[in-house]
């Protein structure tokens, strides 16, 4: 696996690819310690946990830096994503206990009937590039605290990333084998699924990847967690603030290089705020600093391979040929690396690129629509069903309008955003599943009823 830092093109690191042996072998120590490890007492789990969160914090910049090497993550936010990491075991190490506590159930007199939660074994995660520690711990701190063990199949151009995660739990303190990475090619993630040691599988990632790892589970008869692309509404009314909902939707388009499943992608404005949130947001999007993703000053990094920034482009020149009005950005940096940038669409024809698929980049349309109803619409007219938000003065009309949106997700006068204590997950063409919150750490468990006379 060759890693070619998207800021500058060239090569950085070469890592070798794991056989179909080293696969057997981990997966052999996988069931071996899955057999201890779910013995092992909630509360021992949970202290693992908390010292994993330490090791991530104790050595953040060193982990910033591999992310932003390997797929262009301007440094600061790479920083913040650690921390967030070790938000999430922070919160498993506290909660784990107590999300799983079993459950009593009515029963009859002399008898004792509840519910224990325990874990089913091996589980798959087929991750992304663009979250490369945020993804993987997403799913790690729930899943090995319930007792489950973990397989990582992480993006081919993020290996370090995931080696490092690798070590952050070895150095926690977790068992040999509780986590392991597969530096393997995507060709062999079937084998793996359908492999009787594996017991579930969670990817995120594309829809058709999604539909390979489903349709693969399904045929083995094992549980999966999907979460999948979005083309997240970012809904502004007429009685909005525009200058703070600007502000924050170029924001949320644009962090990470636009590279993210819950980007605020597609800006649905009413008539009566349209020119002036237009005006604000494009002096928004044009403030914003591209340059090296190492540099704290720079907001917007490289694209994170050149193949994905030339299908963005092609996206957004078919958009424009179907009748599309750039305002500004619309063409690839003529620097060294791979650089595109904040781009604003305007007159967006339905049915284009732009309108109907997901742009995994820095690439924003604005709509403009008559009223309340007509937004709501343009919001749901979509197959996906990631995030969104809606931008309104009146917060009960904003909570009335939210339970209109099909979406996993909906903020008020916020931009979308993942939380330890939350529920997170889509429907539709998003995906199926919760992560976080007691919604997640349950999703791998066997829900064992338990009936003693």
């Not at 104790?58 to 830096?65: G, R």
């Not at 945020?134 to 995931?162: D, E, I, M």
């Amino acid at each position: 696996m060759d890693v070619v830092d998207p800021s500058t093109g060239t090569r950085i690191e070469t890592y070798e690819e794991h056989t179909e042996s080293d696969v057997t072998e981990a997966l052999d120590r996988s069931t071996e310690a899955f057999d201890s490890w779910r013995t092992r007492s909630i509360r021992e789990r949970e202290q693992l946990l908390a010292a994993a969160g330490d090791v991530l914090r104790d050595n953040k910049q060193e982990y910033a830096e591999t992310m932003t090497r390997e797929m262009g993550k301007p440094i600061t936010q790479a920083i913040g994503e650690v921390e967030k990491c070790a938000w999430v075991c922070d919160h498993y190490a506290e909660y784990a206990s107590t999300y799983l506590d079993s459950d009593s159930h009515p029963s009859p007199p002399g008898s004792t009937v509840k519910t224990e939660y325990e874990p089913l074994g091996p589980v798959l995660a087929v991750m992304p590039w663009n979250f490369p520690f945020w993804q993987v711990f997403r799913f790690a701190a729930p899943y090995l605290t319930a007792g489950n063990v973990g397989l990582l199949k992480h993006a081919s151009n993020v290996p370090g990333c995931a080696l490092a995660i690798e070590d952050v739990f070895r150095e926690a303190g977790y068992p040999e084998g509780v986590f392991q990475s597969l530096l393997i090619p995507s060709d062999l993630v079937d084998d793996v699924i359908a492999d009787n040691r594996v017991r579930a599988a969670t990817l995120t990632g594309s829809g058709p990847a999604g539909r390979s790892v489903a349709a693969t589970a399904g045929e083995h008869l094992k549980k999966t967690v999907l979460e999948l692309g979005g083309s997240d509404p970012f809904v502004v009314l007429d009685d909005a603030d525009v200058v703070e909902a600007a502000e924050t939707g170029a924001w949320a388009r644009n962090q990470n290089g636009g590279q993210s499943c819950i980007a605020a992608k597609r800006f649905i404005v009413h008539t009566d705020v349209y020119d002036d949130f237009l005006d604000a947001f494009v002096d928004e999007i044009d403030s914003l600093t591209i340059g090296d993703p190492m540099d704290e000053g720079t907001d917007v990094g490289p694209q994170a391979r050149q193949d994905l920034m030339e299908e963005l482009h092609e996206q957004v020149v078919e958009s424009v040929d179907a009748g599309a009005t750039v305002v500004t950005g619309g063409d690839p940096l003529d620097r060294e690396g791979v650089f595109y940038p904040p781009t604003v669409l305007t007159d967006v024809p339905e049915g284009c690129p732009a309108d109907s698929e997901e742009t995994f980049g820095p690439v924003a349309t604005v709509y403009e629509v008559a009223d309340e109803d007509e937004a709501v619409s343009k919001a749901n007219d979509t197959n996906f069903g990631l995030g969104a938000s809606i931008w309104i003065e009146n917060r009960d009309r904003g909570e009335q309008i939210a339970g209109r949106i099909d979406a996993g997700c909906v903020y008020v006068n916020q931009l979308v955003k993942s939380d330890p204590r939350v529920p997170f997950g889509g429907v539709k063409d998003s995906g199926y599943g919760r992560e976080l919150s007691e919604a997640g750490i349950k999703e791998f468990v066997n829900r064992k009823t338990v009936w003693v006379e």
